[in-house]
């Protein structure tokens, strides 16, 4: 690949150091790849496709129970995620891809309860989205 082509792998994320990475890639004879700069300012790196990976990780999960997101965010973190989900999940069902269950509210929550069918018999059941399983029991037979 071009040096063009892989541009992005040494982007600046924090154009207020872009000074103090140019010195330092002289210093050293070498670029910094975009997560080295952002490790050296936060600490962590980011934009490396891990909160996607997981995002997908989980919505492809379709045997999993279902997510339960009717409650409010605790951390702008948990918002972010949450909305990054959301958007991942229309976009694969758009594409007609199978998504994990996900209750956006208590009426999603709702909907899906009167129309579960669950079958299973084990307390840990990863099917029942209301563990454990109480067949039979508040209108979940």
Same mark, same amino acid.
């Given at each position: 690949?071009?040096?063009?082509?892989? *541009?992005? %792998?040494?982007?600046?994320?924090?154009?207020? !150091?872009? @000074?103090?990475?140019?010195? +330092?890639?002289?210093? =050293?004879?070498?670029?910094?790849?975009?997560?080295?700069? *952002?490790? %050296?300012?936060?600490?962590?790196?980011?934009? !490396?496709? @891990?909160?996607?990976?997981? +995002?997908?990780?989980? =919505?492809?999960?379709?045997?999993?129970?279902?997510?339960?997101?009717?409650?409010?965010?605790?951390?702008?973190?948990?918002?972010?995620?949450?909305?990054?989900?959301?958007?991942?999940?229309?976009?694969?069902?758009?594409?007609?891809?199978?998504?994990?269950?996900?209750?956006?509210?208590?009426?999603?929550?709702?909907?899906?309860?009167?129309?579960?069918?669950?079958?299973?018999?084990?307390?840990?059941?990863?099917?029942?989205?209301?563990?454990?399983?109480?067949?039979?029991?508040?209108?979940?037979?």
């Amino acid at each position: 690949m071009s040096e063009k082509g892989n *541009s992005w %792998i040494y982007v600046n994320p924090y154009p207020e !150091y872009e @000074e103090l990475f140019k010195r +330092i890639e002289v210093a =050293l004879g070498f670029k910094l790849f975009t997560w080295q700069k *952002s490790f %050296i300012v936060l600490g962590h790196f980011r934009r !490396y496709g @891990e909160t996607t990976a997981m +995002i997908l990780k989980e =919505l492809l999960d379709t045997e999993a129970a279902p997510l339960d997101y009717t409650r409010r965010d605790m951390s702008h973190r948990e918002d972010f995620y949450r909305r990054e989900l959301r958007g991942i999940q229309e976009r694969l069902k758009d594409a007609g891809i199978k998504t994990r269950v996900v209750f956006w509210s208590a009426e999603d929550k709702q909907r899906y309860r009167e129309s579960y069918k669950g079958t299973c018999e084990k307390r840990d059941c990863r099917r029942c989205p209301f563990p454990p399983c109480r067949k039979g029991e508040g209108g979940h037979d």
